[in-house]
């Protein structure tokens, strides 16, 4: 299996480059060069079988011989046995032919982990097999950086630090990150906002002799092992509701578009879907180009949801390399110029096709909180405000009531308690495992917004080796 760019101008890759690399040198994203198979006879066979066990046989083709089969097998399988709930994502009917799918029971609370845990365990074995090690620096608002650090703790090659703003993640974010004991993991706290914080990121990459002497590297939403990840629980909820001879539709919460499109790679791949449904909140860049084709930028507002506070879906761009029939070059072109003047209009042919598969749906606070308040007094569950979004748009948006929908829900209810008991009264509890979550001892160093400082705090406490 090889991986290209989206962009036409970077080198072919195999799984273990495509993995290290995250976005290729002329600044597209890699894909893989065809799309492997799920054929009818074999969807059929993953009835009943345990999730770990799918997923390593969804994966198998992705990763080629970069990793022996067994050993990628017991890899699955460990990252899984650390998810709270045997079936992995349960599903929940929760009205007529509308089911939810759970992703929250990793270690985080937050889909990302059912990527994020596979990925630190894919780094950690390529890199001891190359004899190199890396430093990730990542920037966080909130929930991807206790992702990112629970999946690379205690990992032998990898050293990880993420930067936070000081007093501005909530208790439970910022816990969730600074009671984490292992040694490669080190927590900063920035004197100043998420966009200093992602600034300081950008400015290590990009100060090449830093860079290269850390071994500098990044397990951001653009890395495509995390999309393949993300195909398994599609397929695993196809199945259970009958595919190969029923199709389905998702209802998805979206904000880079790496959830959806790992749905949309699985629709390549063979399974049946008849409808995406893009959930957004006021943040609506993804519902206006659903509607017409075409995006303006406009600035991102603070929302309930704020994993989906987002302003251009990195992620999209491999929806639009198919869009663009695979001519990166061309996209290319179309990508520089979105840059520039912040427009972008869909090619006209092949855009028919697109918009019969995607229906964007956008959901503001006020219609979020009543999401979660009608179902809990329909169901007596209380969910997020982003998989509130999802099952909203579930309901609202789905084309055809005699196919099933599935509303992906990303985040557990204790992960926003505020919004949760604000529209519902009441309070959820964190899950056992978090239970002391509020009286562990913190870990964390308080920093300027200050680029040197920051680096001679990165070199004084890595662990020790070079990068290369
Ligand atoms: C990251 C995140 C999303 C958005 O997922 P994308 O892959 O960026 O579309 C939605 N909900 C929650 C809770 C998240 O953490």
Redesign the pocket.
């Known amino acids: 299996m090889r991986y290209i760019s989206t962009r036409g101008a970077a080198p072919r890759l195999d799984f273990e480059a495509v993995l290290l690399a995250g976005l290729a040198r002329d600044g597209g994203l890699y894909v893989p060069e065809s799309w492997p198979s799920l054929k009818p006879k074999t969807l059929a066979g993953f009835d009943g079988k345990p999730y770990a066990e799918v997923a390593a046989a969804v994966m198998a083709p992705f990763i080629g011989k970069a990793i022996p089969q067994k050993t990628f097998q017991s890899m699955v399988a460990e990252t899984y046995a650390g998810f709270r709930h045997a079936a992995v994502t349960p599903l929940v009917e929760v009205g007529e032919g509308v089911w939810i799918e759970e992703l929250?029971h990793g270690p985080t609370l937050?889909?990302?982990d059912l990527a994020l845990q596979l990925v630190g365990r894919l780094y950690d074995h390529v890199l001891k097999k190359q004899g190199r090690r890396v430093t990730i620096i990542g920037a966080t608002s909130g929930?991807?950086g206790s992702?990112a650090l629970e999946a690379c703790r205690d990992r032998r090659a990898i050293d990880i630090f993420i930067l936070h703003p000081l007093g501005r993640v909530s208790e439970v974010q910022r816990r969730q990150m600074t009671t984490i004991d292992a040694g490669n993991v080190f927590n900063i706290a920035i004197d100043g906002s998420f966009d200093d914080c992602q600034d300081i990121v950008k400015a290590c990459f990009n100060d090449h002799a830093f860079s290269d002497k850390i071994g500098m590297s990044a397990v951001n939403?653009i890395n495509w092992a995390r999309v393949m990840a993300?195909i398994v629980y599609y397929v695993t909820a196809a199945v259970a509701l009958g595919a190969p001879n029923r199709k389905l539709a998702f209802s998805?919460?979206?904000?880079?578009?790496?959830?959806?499109?790992?749905g949309y790679a699985a629709k390549q791949m063979g399974l049946d879907v008849s409808q995406f449904i893009v959930g957004s909140n006021r943040n609506d860049i993804l519902t206006r180009f659903f509607k017409s084709g075409s995006m303006k930028v406009s600035g991102v507002v603070p929302s309930l949801?704020p994993?989906?506070d987002?302003q251009i879906?990195s992620?999209l761009e491999r929806l639009l390399f198919d869009l663009f029939k695979r001519n990166g070059p061309k996209l290319g072109e179309a990508m520089n110029a979105f840059r520039k003047t912040g427009r972008f209009a869909a090619p006209k042919s092949g855009w028919p096709a697109v918009q019969k598969l995607f229906t964007g749906y956008k959901l503001d606070d006020a219609g979020t909180l009543k999401a979660m308040a009608d179902l809990y007094k329909r169901t007596g569950m209380l969910i997020?405000p982003?998989?509130a979004i999802g099952v909203a748009a579930a309901e609202a948006a789905r084309k055809d009531k005699s196919i099933p929908v599935v509303a992906l829900a990303?985040?557990h209810p204790a992960?926003f308690p505020d919004a949760v008991e604000k529209a519902t009264g009441i309070r959820p509890a964190l899950p056992a495992h978090l239970g002391n979550l509020l009286s562990r001892r913190e870990r964390y160093d308080v920093l300027p917004k200050d680029l040197g400082k920051i680096q001679d705090y990165v070199l004084s406490h890595r662990r020790s080796g070079s990068g290369n």
């Open positions: 929250f937050a889909f990302k929930d991807t992702a939403s993300q998805v919460p979206s904000g880079n578009f790496g959830n959806v499109y790992a949801s994993s989906m987002i879906s992620n997020d982003h998989s990303t985040a992960k």
